[in-house]
């Protein structure tokens, strides 16, 4: 415990350290708040009432989402589940904690898996897969009320939803109910659709725009893996011969309508799957890839602030 309390300080001396220095070069830095927590976290070990537990402190139930983009037969997280009622009960507490905590150390805060917080998807122990789950209605505007109370009515301004996965109206409706700006991903614009919500004409001013997500192939490995027709579509779209496909991306995002875009540095540099963040539902060998310093050249950061210029985003 020794231990990991002095990484823990290291850590956050380190860390206040270099917001400060994006602060005082005016750059705002966006945290992630997962939706759920591990079972060997501190969180659960101290309030295990908070969580669908057995007397034994094991869970009952496990997180994870029905079969969708990234999985045939969904993703099993494995993280323990909330007991909302239990939350509701002491004001959200823990959750005005969490969050505030969270504030201290972003500007601005992404909500992981948002549609947890209208309905979540619970598996039994000990099931294959996520196909044998439910689903089982969440907090809601309840929670949002309570941290207005716990953090001041201005925490919603800093609050970002990840609206991907499977978004059912209820979830939407909850969106716009909050005031929160949602996501739109291009690489899941391009399935055939006209009245897909990812496309460039169907961006919200309010929104943020992603080339691609951590849990996105980069723009040039998703490119290669594609069929021939969509790549057909991705290259009507552009109107390019898809050479430089990062770039026309980049090009997409920034030219949207979304008051946000938000481009990683993997497409940036336009690398290729070697340097993928994340698979989602495999659950080693991810997070590997770490920028040098070879890739943060002049030349990079003058090519970003003319695309920002070309396109009213300086």
Same mark, same amino acid.
């Given at each position: 415990?020794?231990? *990991?309390?002095?990484?823990?300080? +290291?850590? &956050?001396?380190?860390?206040?350290?270099?917001?400060?220095?994006?602060?005082?070069?005016?750059?705002? #830095? *966006?945290?992630?708040?997962? *939706?759920?927590?591990?079972?060997?976290?501190?969180? #659960?070990?101290?309030?295990?009432? +908070?969580?669908?537990?057995?007397?034994?402190?094991?869970?009952?139930? #496990?997180?994870?989402?029905?079969?969708?983009?990234?999985?045939?037969?969904?993703?099993?997280?494995?993280?323990?589940? &909330?007991?909302?009622?239990?939350?509701?009960?002491?004001?959200?507490?823990?959750?005005?904690?969490?969050?505030? =905590?969270?504030? !201290?150390?972003?500007?601005?805060?992404?909500?992981?898996?948002?549609?947890?917080?209208?309905?979540?998807?619970?598996?039994?122990?000990? !099931?294959?897969?996520?196909?044998?789950?439910?689903?089982? @209605?969440?907090?809601?505007?309840?929670?949002? =009320? !309570?941290?207005?109370?716990? +953090?001041?009515?201005?925490?919603?301004?800093?609050?970002?939803?990840?609206? /991907?996965? /499977?978004?059912?109206?209820?979830?939407?409706?909850?969106?716009?109910?909050?005031?929160?700006?949602?996501?739109?991903?291009?690489?899941?614009?391009?399935?055939?659709?006209?009245?897909?919500?990812?496309?460039?004409?169907?961006?919200?001013?309010?929104?943020? #725009? &992603?080339?691609?997500?951590?849990?996105?192939?980069?723009?040039?490995?998703?490119?290669?893996?594609?069929?021939?027709?969509?790549?057909? @579509?991705?290259?009507? /779209?552009?109107?390019?011969?898809?050479?430089? *496909?990062? $770039?026309?991306?980049?090009? /997409?995002? &920034?030219?949207?309508? !979304?008051?946000?875009?938000?481009?990683?540095?993997?497409?940036?540099?336009?690398?290729?799957?070697?340097?993928?963040?994340?698979?989602?539902? $495999?659950?080693?060998?991810?997070?590997?890839?770490?920028?040098?310093?070879?890739? +943060?050249?002049?030349?990079?950061?003058?090519?970003?602030?003319?695309?920002? @210029?070309?396109?009213?985003?300086?």
């Amino acid at each position: 415990m020794e231990r *990991i309390r002095f990484e823990q300080f +290291l850590f &956050y001396s380190q860390w206040e350290r270099l917001k400060a220095h994006a602060s005082a070069k005016g750059v705002r #830095v *966006i945290g992630d708040l997962p *939706i759920f927590v591990p079972e060997d976290s501190a969180d #659960v070990w101290v309030h295990p009432e +908070l969580f669908k537990l057995d007397p034994d402190g094991v869970p009952t139930v #496990v997180a994870g989402v029905p079969p969708d983009y990234f999985s045939a037969t969904g993703q099993l997280w494995g993280n323990p589940v &909330y007991r909302w009622e239990a939350h509701a009960k002491d004001g959200f507490a823990w959750w005005a904690a969490r969050v505030g =905590a969270s504030l !201290a150390l972003f500007d601005d805060l992404r909500l992981d898996h948002f549609r947890g917080f209208a309905a979540h998807w619970e598996v039994p122990v000990g !099931a294959p897969d996520a196909t044998h789950g439910r689903w089982e @209605r969440g907090p809601g505007a309840d929670l949002f =009320a !309570a941290l207005d109370r716990a +953090l001041g009515e201005d925490v919603r301004a800093r609050l970002i939803a990840e609206d /991907l996965g /499977l978004i059912t109206e209820d979830v939407t409706a909850l969106r716009r109910e909050l005031g929160l700006p949602g996501m739109a991903v291009l690489q899941f614009a391009f399935d055939g659709g006209p009245d897909n919500l990812h496309l460039p004409a169907h961006h919200e001013q309010g929104q943020v #725009v &992603y080339t691609g997500t951590h849990d996105n192939d980069t723009a040039v490995g998703w490119f290669r893996g594609l069929d021939p027709e969509t790549r057909a @579509r991705v290259l009507a /779209l552009t109107g390019t011969d898809g050479s430089a *496909i990062h $770039r026309d991306l980049m090009a /997409l995002a &920034y030219g949207s309508v !979304a008051a946000t875009a938000l481009v990683p540095l993997q497409d940036v540099l336009g690398l290729g799957p070697e340097a993928r963040m994340n698979h989602p539902g $495999r659950p080693h060998g991810n997070w590997c890839w770490r920028a040098q310093g070879v890739h +943060l050249a002049d030349a990079v950061a003058e090519g970003l602030l003319r695309d920002a @210029r070309r396109h009213g985003r300086a």
